[in-house]
């Protein structure tokens, strides 16, 4: 089992940054590849971000490459999302989720694919 517990939301204005974090314990977590999902009220869960177990690999959905930075302290068992240039779109609660990885440079961009989930951060963003 892995526990996943998501931090660092708020309320921010548009161009403003924000840094999640998800902090893990558990089962030895630098073999988990990790992703960060949102979910905005009435619209389905999408996929943010993903980061493999190494750190060597990444992933961005489109509509926030070049604005959010996902990175991983295997060390303290925790994984970033610094979210810059934030636009009222972003609005949603954050998820990060944790997968079983074989490989060192795998990324899992589909929720299917994760084990465990975090229970989620609210970030809001006023225009």
């Known amino acids: 089992q892995v526990q996943l517990v998501e931090s660092g939301g708020g309320l921010v204005q548009a161009g403003g940054s924000l840094r999640l974090s998800c902090a893990a314990s558990g089962r030895t977590f630098s073999s988990y590849a990790m992703g960060w999902f949102r979910q905005a009220p009435g619209k389905e869960r999408e996929f943010v971000t993903a980061i493999s177990w190494s750190g060597g690999s990444t992933l961005y959905a489109d509509s926030v490459k070049g604005r959010f930075t996902i990175s991983r302290d295997n060390a303290k068992n925790t994984v970033y999302l610094q979210m810059n240039s934030l636009k009222p779109e972003d609005t949603a609660v954050y998820y990060c989720?944790?997968?079983?990885?074989?490989?060192?440079?795998?990324?899992?961009?589909?929720?299917?694919?994760?084990?465990?989930w975090g229970q989620g951060t609210q970030v809001t963003v006023s225009s």
């Open positions: 989720a944790a997968a079983s990885a074989p490989y060192a440079y795998r990324v899992y961009g589909a929720d299917y694919e994760y084990n465990y």
